[in-house]
């Protein structure tokens, strides 16, 4: 997580949603979907397959 803060990402994608949400992350869908915020930046973290909806569709996520 320090690295995407660190890089300015605005999306993590992975399978293993679980060692991305920390207790300060806001969880949006349990499993799927959390914001992980700092003072300084924001962060998405979107399971795989949640994700992989989002491209298909061409929805644009917004923190």
């Given at each position: 997580?320090?690295?995407?803060?660190?890089?300015?990402?605005?999306l993590?994608?992975?399978?293993?949603?679980k060692?991305?949400?920390?207790?300060?992350?806001?969880?949006?869908?349990p499993?799927?979907?959390?914001?992980h915020?700092?003072?300084?930046a924001?962060?998405i973290?979107?399971?795989?397959?949640?994700?992989?909806?989002?491209f298909?569709?061409?929805?644009?996520?917004?923190?």
């Amino acid at each position: 997580m320090e690295v995407a803060l660190a890089g300015r990402a605005d999306l993590v994608v992975t399978s293993n949603f679980k060692d991305f949400v920390s207790y300060r992350a806001d969880v949006r869908e349990p499993e799927r979907v959390a914001i992980h915020s700092t003072a300084d930046a924001r962060v998405i973290v979107a399971h795989l397959f949640t994700a992989a909806a989002w491209f298909r569709d061409g929805r644009i996520v917004i923190p």
